[in-house]
T-cell receptor
C-alpha cells in the first residue's frame, strides 16, 4: 500500500521558518492533509487539501504539494508550535487513509 | 457545535476484549462516516477502519480484519469499536474522528480513549 515518509525530527529557532516534508510516490497527484498534535491531546487539522487552512488556524501555517514531496511550512515559529506534525492522504487503491510517521518539531 | 465524546480509559488483560464508545452530537449523525484511528505510545497515527452510520456498513484495515468490529446505535448517535484477543501491542490511545470538508481529512476528533493491555 501507499507509504508516506517523514523525517522523525526537526528543529527551528523562534521567529524562523520551519519546513516539514512528507514524501510519497507521486504525492503531488493526491490531496495532502496535515495535523498538529501536542502531548496528551488529540490531533488538530492545520492544513487540508494541500494548502487550505481551517478557520482559526494562523496564516503562519501553509502547505504545498508537488512531485514526490508535500511540505508544511510554519512561518515566524513560536514556542507554542512545538508539537508532532503528521501528514495524511487517501489511498484510492485500497480506499482508506494513510498517515505519515510524524515529525517532532522542536523550537530551540 | 459538533462533538465526539468517547468513553473512559480501560485496562484489560491479554486475550480479553474491549469496547470503546464514541457519542456524536451537534450534527445529523447519519450524514458522516465515523473513523477509528489509534496511536501506540511514541508511535504515529494508524487508521483502523470506518463505519457508515446509515446502514452500518463497515470497512476495516487489513491488519484489523477479524479482530475489530465497529457498530452503531442510531437511537443514541453512538458508534462503538470492539477489539478482541487483545495483546500488549494493542496498548494505545484510540480516537474516533470525522471529516468536515469532504476531502478525506479529519476535522473533528474525540478526546481519545487509552486502552492498556497488561497482565
Amino acid at each position: 500500500s501507499y507509504v508516506l515518509t517523514q523525517p522523525p525530527s526537526a528543529s527551528v529557532a523562534p521567529g524562523q521558518t520551519a519546513r516539514i516534508t512528507c514524501g510519497g510516490n507521486n504525492i503531488g497527484s493526491k490531496s495532502v492533509h496535515w495535523y498538529q498534535q501536542k502531548p496528551g491531546q488529540a490531533p488538530v487539522l492545520v492544513v487540508y487539501a494541500d494548502s487550505d487552512r481551517p478557520s482559526g488556524i494562523p496564516e503562519r501555517f501553509s502547505g504545498s504539494n508537488s512531485g514526490n514531496t508535500a511540505t508544511l511550512t510554519i512561518s515566524r515559529v513560536e514556542a507554542g508550535d512545538e508539537a508532532d506534525y503528521s501528514c495524511q492522504v487517501w489511498d484510492n487503491s485500497v480506499d482508506h487513509p494513510v498517515f505519515g510517521g510524524g515529525t517532532k518539531l522542536t523550537v530551540l | 457545535q459538533v462533538q465526539l465524546v468517547q468513553s473512559g480509559a480501560e485496562v484489560k488483560k491479554p486475550g480479553a476484549s474491549v469496547k470503546v464508545s464514541c457519542k456524536a452530537s451537534g450534527y445529523t449523525f447519519s450524514n458522516y462516516y465515523i473513523h477509528w484511528v489509534r496511536q501506540a505510545p511514541g508511535q504515529g497515527l494508524e487508521w483502523m477502519g470506518m463505519i457508515n452510520p446509515t446502514g452500518g456498513s463497515t470497512t476495516y484495515a487489513q491488519k484489523f480484519q477479524g479482530r475489530v468490529t465497529m457498530t452503531r446505535d442510531t437511537s443514541t448517535s453512538t458508534v462503538y469499536m470492539e477489539s478482541s484477543s487483545l495483546k500488549s501491542e494493542d496498548t494505545a490511545v484510540y480516537y474516533c474522528a470525522r471529516d468536515h470538508f469532504g476531502m478525506g481529512s479529519y476535522y473533528y476528533w474525540g478526546q481519545g480513549t487509552l486502552v492498556t493491555v497488561s497482565s
